[in-house]
């Protein structure tokens, strides 16, 4: 993807040092599967990553540091989803998420 890294973005915050203000991220990184689009769809799959220890890789961020929006589609399995399942639910209930270069033509232009 171009050098590109995929994030879920939890909250934005701000903090003051020495008279000066640094608007940040506090993120979720998300990992590449594989190191190739997937042929079937050509569309990059990630996934939450994670530390060694098995907790959720956090960081926080400068606000200068996020280039765009990406648009991810869960990679849906062969089950029926639960009908309690909301919308805002989606980035806890999949395993894995297609980053989708056919959202508009400059996602698809910068990141494949």
Not at 54 to 81: C, K, M, Q, W
Request: glycine share 6%.
């Amino acid at each position: 993807m171009r050098g590109l890294e995929v994030a879920r973005v939890c909250a934005f915050v701000s903090f003051q040092y020495r008279g000066e203000v640094y608007p940040c991220a506090v993120i979720r990184w998300f990992d590449k599967v594989g190191d190739a689009a997937d042929e079937d769809t050509g569309m990059w799959i990630v996934r939450p990553g994670y530390r060694a220890n098995n907790s959720p890789e956090h960081a926080v961020i400068h606000l200068d540091a996020i280039y765009r929006a990406a648009h991810l589609i869960p990679v849906y399995g062969t089950e029926f989803l639960p009908q309690e399942l909301k919308f805002y639910h989606s980035y806890d209930a999949f395993q894995t998420y297609y980053v989708n270069k056919y959202v508009d033509h400059h996602a698809f232009e910068i990141a494949f």
